[in-house]
């Protein structure tokens, strides 16, 4: 066992203490990792603050962590002391189901092990990356390459494959005409790897306000879905429709916008349930669909190509004790996109 500083919260809507959690020992496939950076999450408040229910406490959140390796187990192999690594949503799963054995972890049949608020096969709870160290079994590691700086690459590990996996999945590329609902945390990357590979891309914001950033990340149009006669325009055009926001939309609305055999796909979790009516389906051959986050092999495909296309995260790195704070300014949606603790600060 080894000890190690956390922040964590008591109860739900607490404010966050600094206190110490013991790790377990290092097992012979686990890595154990010095935790450089740790990227704040949107699920990180809804876990926080106890909007999801079935809450674990006390709670250390945290699913976008980079760091260095400090030790490795007797039989690991991919990584050694010193290598820049990174983790993500998920820490076990069963390694024997359908999903798990073509790289599908996330979706494990015995249940996958999350990264934080969960049980692990012991009934252990695990605590996340708002933490100086963490260990995890080497399969759950990802490389971070070497032209990803460390606090960049850190809301990779959940905002980056969240945007990344479904575009990927739904083929958006060439000759593809794809829309990104929502320019914030997930929004900004869906745009760079939406035209890393290389769809025509267009946002559809609330507003105008950030027209400029998107279309200096690779949008090629910006719209106001504010404007009634957005919608009217844009009638019957995308193949493909990233929605990356947390509140309800008028879906009909949106589904109008989709091509024959077009697709809506979902990645935000709004808390209450969506309204649309079938003929908006039906009519066209329309789909709705959702995305939860790439298993680990398309998490290093992620990490790899956004080395490759200079795809980067806009972040703000804060230190340990303005987490409440950040927490405030994701609601109030007052950062450009990402906030980052540097962990050092703890």
């Known amino acids: ?28 496939d686990d890595v154990l990792i010095d935790i450089r950076f740790s990227g704040i999450c ?19 959140p945290g699913h976008e962590i980079a760091g260095v390796v400090t030790a490795v187990g007797s ?78 690459a850190s809301p990779l590990l959940c905002a980056g ?14 000759g593809k005409k794809v829309a990104i609902v929502g320019m914030g945390g997930l929004g900004h990357l869906a745009v760079q790897y939406a035209h890393a590979l ?17 279309l200096r990340l690779g949008a090629d149009h910006y719209y106001a879905t504010s404007d ?29 916008m989709l091509r024959v055999d077009g697709t809506l796909v979902n990645v935000g979790a709004p808390s209450q349930p969506d309204q649309y009516h ?3 389906l039906i009519m066209q051959r329309r789909s709705i669909a959702g995305s939860l986050v790439g298993g680990i092999r398309e998490t290093q495909e992620m990490l790899d190509f956004s080395a490759e296309h200079g795809i980067i995260p806009q972040i703000e790195v804060i230190r340990a004790d303005q987490v409440e704070e950040a927490y405030e300014r994701v609601l109030r949606s007052d950062v450009r996109y990402r906030f980052v603790i540097d962990m050092a600060t703890l």
């Open 42 to 60: 949107h699920s990180d408040i809804h876990s926080a603050y106890g909007e999801w229910g079935g809450g674990i406490f006390p709670m250390v």
């Open 228 to 256: 009634p006669a957005t919608f009217a325009e844009l009638a019957n055009q995308f193949d493909l429709i990233l929605n990356t926001v947390s509140a309800n939309l008028d879906v009909d609305a949106y589904l109008s």
């Open 278 to 280: 079938v003929f908006s």
């Open 75 to 152: 039989e690991v192999t991919k990584y050694a002391i010193g290598d820049r690594v990174g983790v993500g949503c998920f820490v076990d799963s069963c390694g024997a189901c359908e999903y798990c054995l073509r790289g599908e972890e996330q979706f494990c049949e015995k249940g996958v092990i999350q990264t934080y608020n969960s049980l692990d096969y012991d009934g252990n709870p695990t605590y996340g990356g708002y933490s100086q160290q963490i260990v995890v079994k080497e399969a759950f590691v990802v490389r971070i390459p070497d032209a990803l700086a460390l606090d960049a």
């Open 1 to 28: 066992m080894c000890k190690t500083h956390v922040l964590s919260v008591q109860s739900a809507k607490a404010p966050f203490e600094k206190t110490t959690i013991e790790r377990r020992a290092l097992r012979p």
């Open 198 to 214: 290389g769809a025509e891309v267009t946002v559809l914001s609330q507003s105008l306000s950030k027209k400029d950033e998107a």
């Open 161 to 174: 494959i969240t945007t990344y996996s479904p575009l990927n999945k739904w083929n958006a590329g060439p």
